[in-house]
């Protein structure tokens, strides 16, 4: 009894997968994956029915129901290869996608083709990704039988999980072998993830600024400040300051007395930085400072191109909020009055900054920069809200009316091989290349003109590889 009512089920079963398999092929004859078990794209899972019957009757029948057990294996068989088929063919498609449109980072979602630029692609690239996409589904459609596609399905797989491992290894070291003018977009590329000085040593800082001791001599020291270290006050980016290593840089230059810094430069910018070795030196030094008789170059790199090649800025700066919040940040201030229209100059300093185009493109620039006087953050609001040519990676001065990451165009964010939700993490591309003076005859036999140069930081010359500028 019991035996019967079991070769009654297995009938059952083999009557439903054979009806469910035939209403499949007649309703959806184009599908991309034909399934030949009656499965659902959304949910891979056995009708009810079969699948209560598979887990009830394969256990009890040994030698009877030969057929439904093997029908079982070859089902989890088939599921676990399509659903790595699938997987390996959206992972493949997707990077094909990137790889073909460096615009921009494309996704391949199914049917769906989504841009995170925010300008609107051009309709013949967009029609061109739509093509692309059309072929990689066309590709995966499979009219042989069900034995020959399990065979195809593994060697795809396999074929598929090769590209795949290629491919993110490729993406990690930023370059498409035997492919020309393309290459996959980095998340943040190497030259921009800058070392992380808070979490070095005082012993492992001051070794670093050991090696960027530029010039010296009998009354005055040189380093090459790099990136992320403050003057004097710590930050929870970096804890260590310049003046916590007097000390050091004292028994380094072998002077007498404690060094004494001459002038300053900001946390994220690069470049010569100097310390006079006696107090008489410091003072001559800090008064050419004040008579504006030190000629300062800096070199940028700025997002958007004047229209002159060469000009002044002279615009009074203060101190005032940005938009209606009650953040304070450096503003400009200029003085209108002598157009007849009233403005306040409470607070305002005068400062005047001369720039000259070294090279360009229609969206950035090489400039080279000589302030005359030195305010705080004057090159950065000067250029940003002056010219509105803020500098890469300045964040602060590149909005009027808030703080947030630049925004850059298309294409230069394809030199850059950067992507736009990952510009927050550019660093300032602002460099104090090289101080220039004269001390007096009275302070030293030999008034001949000190010129201290100091090499950009890595992370500029990167830039200016990518964007092809000398």
Excluded at 285 to 306: D, Q
Excluded at 348 to 377: L, Q, V, W, Y
Excluded at 393 to 412: C, E, F, I, M, N
Aim: charged share 25%; with cysteine; proline share 5%.
């Amino acid at each position: 009894m019991i035996r019967s009512r079991l070769f009654s089920f297995v009938k059952c079963l083999n009557i439903r997968q054979f009806s469910v398999s035939r209403e499949l092929q007649n309703s959806s004859s184009s599908t991309q994956d034909p399934d030949p078990f009656g499965l659902d794209d959304s949910t891979h899972e056995l009708p009810s029915v079969v699948q209560g019957l598979y887990s009830s009757v394969a256990p009890v029948l040994v030698n009877d129901v030969t057929s439904s057990e093997k029908n079982a294996e070859d089902y989890k068989r088939w599921l676990d290869e399509t659903n790595i088929k699938r997987r390996n063919e959206r992972i493949t498609s997707e990077t094909e996608l990137v790889h073909n449109a460096p615009f921009g980072t494309i996704r391949f979602d199914r049917d769906n083709v989504a841009c995170e630029e925010e300008d609107s692609l051009p309709h013949s690239q967009m029609t061109d990704l739509l093509n692309s996409s059309s072929t990689v589904a066309q590709n995966t459609n499979s009219t042989t039988s069900r034995k020959s596609r399990i065979s195809s399905n593994k060697q795809s797989a396999q074929n598929n999980s090769e590209t795949e491992a290629t491919n993110a290894t490729l993406v990690e070291a930023g370059q498409q072998s035997g492919t020309k003018n393309e290459e996959p977009i980095a998340v943040i590329p190497a030259a921009y993830q800058l070392d992380s000085l808070n979490d070095l040593t005082r012993g492992e800082l001051w070794d670093l600024l050991r090696k960027q001791v530029v010039f010296q001599n009998d009354f005055i020291l040189a380093i090459n400040k790099p990136i992320g270290l403050p003057m004097h006050s710590p930050s929870k980016e970096c804890r260590h300051t310049v003046l916590d290593f007097m000390e050091e840089l004292t028994t380094f230059a072998k002077s007498s007395e404690i060094l004494y810094p001459v002038h300053r430069l900001d946390k994220d910018t690069t470049g010569v930085l100097l310390f006079a070795k006696t107090e008489q030196a410091a003072a001559i030094i800090k008064e050419k400072f004040a008579l504006r008789r030190i000629m300062k170059k800096y070199l940028v790199i700025t997002k958007n191109c004047p229209s002159m090649r060469s000009g002044t800025i002279d615009i009074p700066i203060a101190e005032g909020k940005v938009g209606g919040t009650e953040i304070y940040r450096s503003v400009l201030k200029p003085d209108l009055r002598k157009y007849k229209v009233a403005t306040s100059q409470a607070g305002a300093k005068a400062a005047i900054t001369h720039f000259k185009i070294i090279n360009s493109t229609r969206d950035c620039a090489f400039m080279e920069i000589n302030p005359e006087t030195g305010i705080k953050h004057q090159i950065r609001i000067h250029l940003g809200m002056g010219l509105g040519c803020p500098i890469l990676g300045d964040h602060k001065y590149s909005h009027r009316d808030k703080l947030a990451p630049q925004r850059l165009t298309t294409d230069l964010l394809q030199r850059l091989n950067v992507r736009q939700s990952k510009v927050r993490h550019l660093p300032l591309h602002l460099h104090c290349s090289s101080v220039e003076f004269t001390m007096p005859e009275s302070f030293t036999k030999n008034p001949e003109p000190i010129f201290v140069h100091s090499r950009p930081p890595k992370h500029f010359m990167h830039t200016l590889r990518r964007l092809g500028f000398k």
